[in-house]
């Protein structure tokens, strides 16, 4: 089992930053994935972005040169630094740990962008 305990996120006007941290604990392994998904009202989660244990990363293209995900392996923490922050960024956002065929989410943290 792996535990995710995440925070950061709350509100901001357009144009601002924020960051997000979800540290994970359990049977963390050596080679795994973390990253963070989102879901807006009435949508389908989907993801934002992430890194493996091997510094590999993956964005969606909305968050591109806006948003950049890191990782502290020695603290088993993802980050995600979102800069120019949209309306439209506006949603839960759910830290996520891949290892193997296991996945595990995190409780959810409100992010809302002012316009």
């Known amino acids: 089992q792996v535990q995710l305990v995440e925070s950061g996120g709350g509100l901001v006007q357009a144009g601002g930053s924020l960051r997000l941290s979800c540290a994970a604990s359990?049977?963390?392994?050596?080679?795994?994935?973390m990253g963070w998904y989102r879901q807006a009202p009435g949508k389908e989660r989907e993801l934002v972005a992430s890194v493996t244990s091997g510094g590999n990363t993956d964005y969606a293209d909305s968050v591109k040169g806006r948003f950049t995900v890191s990782r502290d392996n020695a603290k088993n923490t993802v980050y995600l630094h979102m800069n120019s922050l949209k309306p439209e960024d506006t949603a839960v956002y759910y830290c996520?740990?891949?290892?193997?065929?296991?996945?595990?989410w995190g409780q959810g943290t409100q992010v809302t962008v002012s316009s």
């Open positions: 359990g049977s963390i392994g050596n080679r795994n994935s």
């Open positions: 996520n740990f891949n290892r193997g065929w296991s996945t595990y």
